[in-house]
């Protein structure tokens, strides 16, 4: 049987990294592909990279017939996407790539957001997309919220180690490496060529980037209390690839044991032996994230680093396998190809 | 029925290329792989985005059952490839990715490549590897000799126009823009991060690049005539892709009517809108072939540009292509994921 | 004696090379920046890699006093330029760095640019800024005219070879390689980080870039009659450097030694040994220019490549140079700092 | 007065560096260019970007007239370094660029480098070379040690700090960015552009790499009491710079005051507005050191950020800073160019 798709905001990155996947799914079919000021263009025109492909020219979304879509995913802006969402049919199965419905409670999208939430009954109705920990209630959603691509690194360093009682929750650093496709294709100076490539520099310092509203509210829920932890991003003259390097006070051989186990399972989550660290270099375009753990000289600390691309595992390709989850696909389906290297 | 395969080389770049997309192929099956320098490590070791495979070690080749193997891959440097395959199992399939077989005539292999030929028989037996202009012979091969990245990419542009009588065949001129990768994992100064990047220089100018020996022969046979092309590459600081920009004497318009009746039916060659030029961006990891014509302000000058991945169609993908053709698999199998954007 | 100099338009790229080069001029000192719609901000704001130097705000033009102005840098969009300059002081002395007065002649300029001239009086008085051979004039002249940056690099290599006698004058094309700084700090998605790095493309091909007018307008006069070369730019990704690769018929030892003639004097243009080619890495943030001659195997043929910065010997080097004979200066003050490497 | 200048080592890119600034520096010649395997060549055919320059050939060590020397900058590889310097004549002024002559300790060098030191009575005479904190004693010294390029980016942000009392000693983190130009001209399969572009890893990684050896030394020196530091660096895709991100615990406005005051007078160390960070795009190719200190949302936990280009400031930019000490001339003598941006 073959599951008839429809992407919303499809001529940005995550949109075209969602063709991409699904165009070698064997069981998903696009159906309606949607961009609100390039409707009427082909997809070829809007990125050449898929023109071999045959699909729907670009349309409106009031232009869909949603009766005979199974599965829509939206990847439009943040606030544009719960005021879509909130007019769509009610029975219509939505995996939503903005950060929309990745805050649980009203407040704290507000805080961290700017602006009341505009469709309060899907928030409430809305799973948290972190596919590994929400597997089951995936699984029965309508409406899963994408979780953010920094957010979800970071989450697979330290979820698991938070309610096991290996290290000390009041002194969690994440510093990160993000590739710049995480911005999407905004014309923002900082993110030409001649003003990013061959240099690095950190962003949102101090507390202030909006994926720490998700790690507040997953961790503080794992641990059972208010947990905070300190995050710094910081853009790479690369296009895709985060590198999370996280510095936690436990002892390493726990800490190491604790993610093992946590893992063990998992199709997509690869643990590197003890003391070895990943590099983005070799999860490029793939639905991988690599995690290593290694004991620092000063006893009790422990380094612990992931990589994942931001495109795949960190937005698309979760969203996919959250996809294959409410459809009834083998989670993997489409998702095993192997990274592009070099 | 899932076919055997073997890789020898395969610890270098096209050899990592191959297990890319043979993991994906549904009716392959990795069987050996080998590497003389790596032999004894696992395959993660030596290139750990491949992680998530499970493959036997690298081993020498005098470790592998021949009599086990359904078609063999040989991703070693020129001159060893000749000796090797000489001592292989007469009746073993082989697709050669070196560039020992390309040439058919001992002189010119000589000429351009400086030792005489070890296994003459074998240079003899040997089909060329450019899959739409051979098709059948290699569909019957034993033996077939991938093209050089570089001369598949000039073939794409200049092949159907030289027996077309569309073009002046004494005045053609092909301009290369070559990725890193191309040169291979070798450890060389100029391919050194901090020597390439943010750059560009010419290299094996004024007609000493090795693959003016393929462009000689394939052209001259074509036209029934000697054809010598001036061919320039030029090294750019991307790890993947070549720009071959053509530049032509004849009708524009016959040019752009001959190309896209040569490649109307091919499944990776696209022919872009008259006018309209490709991009190396647009085939990244891909196995297509995009390809341009625009007509220049002064009458009767073309040119032509085509863009293709010289690891992928220029290389692994095609000896892939190739190899689904000799062992009776559909030509596109494994072969038809979309290009990595960005 | 110093010289007072104002800067309009320093919120670009062309303006920000300016400053890095007079800051190290001992007889220039920045008096006035304007930008306007970052007017009132430091220049710290606006390029924080000029933080370490104390210059006025940036302001808008009307605000500054231009009888304190010795001489005055335009480096504005073209169009915007011709108007500005019109109504400042008519004898101030002053370098425009746009393309609004290259073009000698009206019906040129308008065929290129799509409007008629607003400042006719000014195009007529303005001498062409290529400087090792409008020497004289430039030392004479009040509003040089800087060239285009890949126009000065095919002339670099075209120019001593067109009334030399030496070449076929209707047979001349020039395959150029641009970063992407080039392109100025427009925000635009074909400049993004994420689509523009890692690969390469042609762009204005087939005789449709502006700086045609000026090869066209330069090599007639040379020739005394109408030359036109085929031309095509390709966006290579890396911010700082343009190759120019020419194929021209003729002897090269000949061709060798007309530019060797041409440019034994010359402190910026270095010829290469006969038979080596230059690199754009090792002319980056220099004001030197290397230029390197090869034969090809066919006869008649030579093959000539010029490597040189855009924004330093192609536009804000060129301009600093041209203002130093203006003024007095010896011609290379400030101008002779090493490239950077790696 | 000119002064007499050699470089030992001049084939590596901190050797290159050298030259490119000394070739600036009205009060310095180079006399002589030593690099043991390229011995012979001349500096062009070693370093194409210095091809405009006058330099004697390439020479072995013991072919120089040491007596005519003034200064002589040892650019070779550790341990070399100190056999070569035990040889040189003992009133010979040297700055050694080198790890041999960092650390005061013989065992500190031989638990770091792993051999026992050639030269303990050199070790014992030399002075560590981080300027703003060794000014008077480098002034007075015959043999300065240049620190490491990460140890000094690191005690860029730290030193102030330490004896301030300010923040807690025993929680630091250093999380460090590096191009990879740090790595030297070496031949290694990481650092080659298809291994190492568009992604990145940590390496060195839990409290392995030798400047750790350097921070251990000043930072207890400071306290007067042992300091052990958290050290993680990573390597990015681009050729120049340094992004050090510390996570220190103690009051922000406390430790960016310390910090401010500490550098108020200094020319190459310039602190931002608080709340503000550098980025190593902005002090590519320069002297400078940019500072930024945040506050993180946690409170008494503070976020320092500094940037600076490894070649320069982090290596060759030091040493040349050193030798105008050493030889009377005013610290900043050719060292004050601005950036190179973008």
Redesign the interface.
């Known amino acids: 049987m073959t599951h008839k798709i429809a992407i919303l905001g499809a001529s940005g990155?995550t949109g075209?990294e969602l063709?991409?996947l699904i165009?070698?799914h064997p069981n998903m079919e696009i159906t309606a592909l949607a961009a609100e000021r390039k409707a009427g263009q082909t997809m070829a025109e809007v990125?050449?990279?898929?023109?071999?492909?045959d699909f729907p020219r670009l349309c409106k979304i009031e232009q869909i017939d949603f009766g005979q879509i199974d599965l829509c995913f939206c990847a439009l802006p943040h606030k544009t996407s719960q005021e879509v969402i909130r007019d769509l049919p009610s029975d219509l199965k939505i995996v939503d790539l903005s950060a929309d419905f990745r805050l649980a409670d009203p407040d704290e999208y507000e805080k961290w957001y700017g602006n009341p939430h505009a469709a309060l009954t899907h928030q409430d109705e809305a799973v948290y997309g972190l596919t590994e920990f929400y597997r089951e209630d995936i699984r029965a959603a309508r409406l899963v919220a994408g979780t953010g691509c920094n957010a979800a690194t970071g989450q697979y360093v330290l979820r698991p180690l938070i309610p096991a009682g290996v290290i000390d929750l009041d002194?969690i650093?994440l510093?990160l490496?993000c590739?710049?496709?995480g911005a999407g294709?905004a014309?923002?100076?900082n993110?030409?060529?001649?003003?990013?490539?061959?240099?690095?520099?950190?962003?949102a310092?101090?507390?202030?980037h909006r994926h720490?509203g998700e790690f507040d509210q997953e961790f503080s829920k794992l641990a059972g209390r208010a947990v905070?932890i300190?995050f710094?991003p910081?853009l790479?003259?690369?296009?895709?690839?985060i590198?999370a390097?996280s510095?936690v006070k436990g002892d390493p051989q726990s800490v190491y044991e604790t993610l093992c186990a946590a893992y063990a399972d998992e199709p997509f989550i690869?643990m590197?032996p003890f003391?070895e660290?990943?590099?983005?270099?070799?999860?490029?375009?793939?639905n991988?994230c690599?995690i290593g753990v290694?004991?620092?000289?000063?006893e009790r600390?422990a380094?612990v680093?992931a990589?994942l691309d931001n495109l795949t595992k960190g937005s698309s390709g979760q969203a996919l396998q959250n996809a294959n989850l409410m459809l009834g696909e083998p989670e993997t389906t489409g998702l095993?190809?192997?990274?592009?290297?070099?």
């Open positions: 990155y075209a063709v991409r165009a070698e990125f050449p990279h898929l023109r071999h492909l002194d650093i510093d490496k590739a710049v496709s294709r014309l923002k100076e993110l030409l060529h001649a003003e990013l490539s061959e240099g690095t520099n950190a962003y310092v101090g507390g202030t720490l905070h300190q710094t910081h790479i003259p690369a296009n895709r690839g590198l390097t510095y690869h590197l003391g660290t990943p590099s983005t270099h070799h999860v490029r375009g793939s991988f690599h290694v004991a620092d000289r000063i600390r380094i680093i990589a095993m190809m192997a990274p592009l290297f070099p």
